[in-house]
């Protein structure tokens, strides 16, 4: 069998999965509400919110489309996985021109566009505004500081525990977005006027909306709004990294990274284990497939919608169109509002619920960078490949402290954080969704057998939504007048 540019896969049948059953299925799911934790954010809680007042409502099918986008885009690097136990990333190095190249072009990629650590700061935000009683100012830099580094400090320990830092993160982001969840269906549903429901109704099924904002000229903002729609970047693609961890398909023989504390009999193959399309395997594998479904679909694409939905509608509510409000201003006339009429404690929850949103995902900030680069290396890299399987927490934690100390060091910067360099961010996350999408479909028509590769509409999915973005990012970088692409062009004389 074609094992492409890195070693041969062991040979396995595959395991069969549990019985789907109510508590089976609580036991199974987890990847997806990780990814729903990740997706969960700043771009949720702070951007989000001030684009759907500029627009009414007018973006929600945008993000529906998004998200549809992204769920084919998952349950196809999924796919990968159940059938290699390895993460997609591994079979993209499978390719040409190498494992070498492919590893670098990714963490280069990485560098560029989600090495930037700002969820601690605004999760500082938060928490120093439930401390003061009112949003920080200037004046209280020091104390966001310092709270931005508890913040980072408190995320970082999270992964040191739990056998599996899989089992940690997964305990963790469940919590959480159970707690974010119910506050939010709480307020959606006793303080939102029909009206405010029938708006973000109506741009949810307004399909003639992409045509109305393709012809606008505000490309950064719908592309910034894009970007922090369901998970975006490589984020996708790391889903399959957590289901190799949980134990899905053939991930369950080729083992997990262990935690600090409680993981010392764990370990991580360098490479995958394959098995034969036997009939009894591929029962196996549509059985597999129903916890994928159930796991993607039902929990995080329906969680990602709603996790966009709910912010801004309780936005719409509470926002008056046109204010001039920008990332924790929409965040705190928000609180305003739901104080005001459901009392001043409601203005606490409402700040600290936006805590529960920026934590979750500067939790996934600290855990998926270090995750995707130490799989690359391990897999990628002669070196790291001659390393003993135990040694895989060695690589991840080392790479862990690099991250975090990065980090530490942002948050001392004190830096500002204006709508426009959060949206040009956002655009710049735009970049690495779209050769996931092209590669994964290489991937799979390469290496599966043809009696688990995806149908061909799904392929034609993935391959428009590539060209969707790749169209997108061209127009935030060169046709809206604050692109980076055309002010650089400015400069040279060439526009």
């Known amino acids: 069998m074609d094992a492409g540019g890195l070693p041969e896969w062991g ?186 429901w029938r708006k973000i109704a109506l741009g949810t099924l307004d399909v003639t909306s992409i045509f109305e904002l393709a012809g606008g000229e505000e490309f950064l903002i719908v592309g910034a709004f894009v970007a922090y729609a369901g998970l975006g970047g490589f984020g996708n693609a790391t889903i399959s990294n957590y289901v190799r961890d949980k134990g899905w398909g053939m991930g369950s023989l080729v083992g997990a990274i262990p935690s600090a504390v409680g993981g010392r009999g764990l370990k991580l193959s360098h490479v995958g284990t394959v098995f034969p399309p036997t009939e009894p395997n591929l029962r196996r594998w549509n059985d597999w497939w129903r916890y994928v479904r159930l796991d993607q679909y039902a929990v995080w694409a329906f969680g990602s919608f709603m996790g966009m939905l709910l912010p801004s509608v309780i936005a719409l509510q509470f926002i008056e169109p046109g204010a001039a409000v920008s990332e924790w201003g929409a965040a705190a006339v928000q609180a305003d509002g739901i104080a005001r009429v459901a009392g001043p404690a409601f203005w606490y929850l409402t700040i600290l619920c936006g805590f529960f949103v920026l934590f ?74 779209i050769p996931t999408f092209i590669l994964t479909v290489f991937v799979n028509r390469r290496f599966l057998p ?32 604050r692109g980076v692409g055309r002010k650089l062009l400015e400069v040279l004389g060439l526009w």
Not at 11 to 16: G, I, N, Q, T
């Open 11 to 196: 040979r396995a049948d595959l395991p069969e999965p549990p019985p789907l059953t109510l508590s089976n299925a609580r036991r199974m799911i987890g990847p997806g509400v990780i990814a729903m934790g990740l997706a969960l954010g700043a771009g949720e809680w702070l951007f989000g919110p001030v684009v759907t007042v500029r627009y009414q409502g007018r973006l929600m099918f945008v993000v529906l489309l998004v998200i549809f986008f992204q769920s084919i885009l998952n349950t196809e690097c999924i796919r990968y996985t159940l059938y290699t136990g390895e993460p997609i990333f591994s079979g993209y190095m499978r390719l040409k021109p190498g494992s070498r190249f492919w590893g670098a072009f990714f963490i280069g990629i990485d560098v560029g566009t989600n090495f930037w650590p700002g969820l601690a700061l605004t999760a500082a935000t938060a928490l120093a505004a439930v401390y003061l009683g009112a949003m920080p100012t200037s004046a209280d830099s020091t104390l966001v500081t310092w709270l931005a580094v508890a913040v980072l400090l408190l995320a970082a320990g999270v992964v040191l525990f739990g056998g599996k830092v899989y089992n940690s993160v997964e305990r963790a982001m469940k919590v959480l977005v159970s707690l974010v969840f119910l506050y939010l269906l709480f307020v959606a549903v006793t303080m939102i006027e029909g009206a405010t």
């Open 450 to 481: 043809p009696e688990l590769r995806p149908p061909l509409w799904r392929e034609v999915v993935m391959l428009v939504a590539g060209a969707c973005y790749t169209a997108l990012l061209i127009a935030t970088l060169f046709l809206d007048s």
């Open 360 to 433: 979750s995902s500067q939790i996934g900030g600290i855990e998926i960078l270090p995750r995707r680069w130490s799989d690359l290396l391990w897999t990628g890299f002669p070196g790291f490949r001659e390393l003993d399987e135990r040694w895989i927490r060695r690589v991840y934690y080392s790479v862990v402290g690099l991250y975090l100390v990065w980090c530490l060091i942002i948050a001392g910067l004190q830096l500002d954080s204006p709508l426009y360099i959060a949206a040009l961010m956002a655009n710049l996350r735009l970049f690495p969704i």
